[in-house]
């Protein structure tokens, strides 16, 4: 992977984070937009409940690109833009 990322002449850099780091990782805070913020604030029924509020989730993230990169808004994750 060094080798790779050496031979795109600086379009790829690598970033080596703590072993658990969820607050450099930008999937936490998408999941943590759909556990905690929309399915965690609703009466579960069954697995297939769940499984579609999970989805509904998600689904509403994809059509809101603008909140998910306010995700990468967080000082945490200045890694990645800078």
């Not at 905690?36 to 689904?59: C, M, N, P, Y």
Request: with cysteine; aromatic share 12%.
């Amino acid at each position: 992977m060094k080798e790779f990322a050496a031979a795109t002449a600086g379009k790829l850099r690598l970033f080596f984070l703590p072993p658990y780091s969820p607050e450099l990782n930008p999937d936490e805070w998408v999941w943590k937009n759909v556990k905690h913020d929309r399915v965690g604030k609703t009466a579960i029924t069954s697995f297939d409940d769940l499984r579609d509020k999970a989805e509904s989730a998600l689904l509403r993230l994809q059509r809101l690109p603008e909140l998910v990169r306010g995700f990468f808004g967080d000082p945490c994750l200045t890694y990645i833009t800078s």
